[in-house]
C-alpha cells in the first residue's frame, strides 16, 4: 500500500466530506456541530489538516489536525 500525506484545503467539498466520513466511521461521538465549531468557528485561530491518501485508490485514510487554543 502505498500513500501519501497533503495538506488539506478546507474549502474543498471533497476534503470537507472526507474528514467528516472518517469522524462518522470512526468518532461517532463527534457531531456536525462539533465539526464546524473546529473547523470553521475555532475561537482561537486558524486549523492545520493534513490528509492521508491511499493510492491507487484515492482513498482518504486519515486527518490530523493541529488547532490554535489559548493557555493560561
Not at 457531531?31 to 464546524?36: G, L
Request: net charge neutral; glycine share 2%.
Amino acid at each position: 500500500m502505498n500513500y501519501q500525506v497533503i495538506k488539506a484545503d478546507l474549502n474543498s467539498y471533497s476534503h470537507r466530506s472526507a474528514i467528516q466520513a472518517l469522524w462518522r466511521d470512526n468518532l461517532s461521538y463527534i457531531t456536525n456541530k462539533r465539526f464546524a465549531w473546529l473547523y470553521d468557528q475555532n475561537p482561537c485561530g486558524s486549523v492545520y489538516t493534513c490528509l492521508a491518501i491511499c493510492y491507487p485508490e484515492d482513498k482518504i485514510i486519515g486527518n490530523a489536525s493541529l488547532y490554535e487554543r489559548e493557555l493560561y
